[in-house]
């Protein structure tokens, strides 16, 4: 059975599901539905509690909303180096060439082809 077998065989299933709850409530369960509610309301009288009601001012601490210039202008780190490790490994590289750590990371790095 493909899905669309089964999706038209569900629609069906339902349309004649509410089709026969429709007619039934209709025609064989008419004398059972109430007219009016079974229980009368009753008003109640609040205005003493009303009275004694003071009202108390909820402060909640709101974060400043950032604009888009203070937010790029916030650090955020990613994982990468911090710039106290990254200048010795440069300074070494300056001196090393690509015989240091961070030479041959560079170097593995310009032989990863760019993702497209």
């Given amino acids: 059975m493909t899905f669309g077998n089964l999706l038209t065989v569900v629609f069906f299933g339902y349309f004649f599901y509410y089709v026969g709850m429709i007619t039934y409530d209709q025609f064989f369960k008419k004398d059972e ?3 009016e509610a079974a ?3 009753e008003e ?3 205005s003493s509690e009303a009275a004694e009601f003071h009202p ?3 402060v909640k601490d709101k974060k400043k909303e950032l604009t888009k210039e203070e937010e790029s202008e916030q650090e955020v780190m990613s994982g990468g180096i911090e710039i106290e490790e ?3 490994k440069v300074d070494e590289l300056a001196e090393k060439g690509k015989d240091c750590p961070f030479g041959k990371l560079l170097a593995d790095w310009n032989e990863v ?4």
């Fill in 33 to 35: 539905l109430p007219l």
């Fill in 39 to 41: 229980v009368e309301e």
């Fill in 44 to 46: 109640i009288d609040i």
């Fill in 56 to 58: 108390k001012d909820i």
């Fill in 86 to 88: 990254l200048i010795p």
């Fill in 113 to 116: 082809p760019e993702a497209a």
